[in-house]
């Protein structure tokens, strides 16, 4: 999957420019510029939200920024299998221990400029540590040391683990397959973050075919709402 990432070094590709349009767009959607802590989330799984996730931490590392991506999906994490790298130790290892005065380690990317936290051993109880304090004091912690901080999150429907992640972050963004994912789980999906009063930026279509000929036609396009 790293391969994937890396077409977004080339301006012109068409996944590039339409993860650029994304990234730009969630720059503007606050007018007082503290979208730094982002969440992504899904109706359900499949959608390509992890992945898009990744492209995003990208398209920032590209402006200058200093990214970090918390693999929040303590279920079925897959961050750690776009980069390549061990998912032994990650985010819920450090929820259940002691964290305080600790220096959180992350793992430094191939993609310059991305850094993962992956989700680690599985728990038996995802929506507890996601909801524990010692979750705000490790973002705290973390912020202090990332320009932006990207919170990829298990599907809605059917896990509250998403919608407790939004007390932490300062936007949400949903990830849709194009005529794939039901219009009514997406409408529920948007319900859901809005019961938790979740600042929705915007929705972006993944799996939109690509038109006419081109290396980049095998791969997914994305357009943000």
């Known amino acids: 999957m790293i391969e994937e990432l890396e077409l977004l ?50 398209s920032y590392a590209l402006a200058g920024k200093k990214v970090l991506i918390i693999d929040c999906d303590l279920r079925r994490g897959r961050q750690y299998e776009i980069f390549g790298v061990s998912n ?3 985010l819920s290892n450090i929820l259940i221990s002691d964290i305080e005065g600790v220096r959180i380690e992350t793992i430094k990317t191939k993609i310059p400029g991305v850094y993962l936290l992956p989700g680690g051993t599985i728990p038996p109880n995802p929506s507890e540590l996601l909801e524990s304090k010692k979750m705000q004091d490790l973002i705290n912690m973390l912020e202090v040391d990332y320009d932006i901080l990207l919170f990829d999150c298990p599907p809605v429907i059917g896990l509250s683990d998403s919608l407790i992640v939004t007390k932490y972050i300062d936007t949400t963004v949903v990830v849709a397959a194009y005529k794939s994912t039901p219009t009514d789980m997406l409408k529920k999906t948007v319900k859901a973050l809005e019961a938790v009063n979740a600042k929705i930026a915007g929705i972006i279509f993944n799996k939109v075919p690509a038109t006419g000929n081109g290396y980049y036609n095998k ?3 994305s357009y943000y709402q």
Not at 25 to 31: I, Q
């Open 88 to 90: 032994n130790k990650g």
């Open 219 to 221: 791969y997914y396009d």
């Open 9 to 58: 070094s080339n301006p012109k590709s068409r996944v590039a420019e339409a993860v650029k349009t994304i990234r730009t767009n969630l720059e503007f959607s606050s007018v007082d510029g503290k979208n730094t802590k982002i969440m992504l989330t899904s109706t359900g799984p499949g959608e390509g939200k992890s992945f898009i996730t990744a492209c995003l931490a990208q």
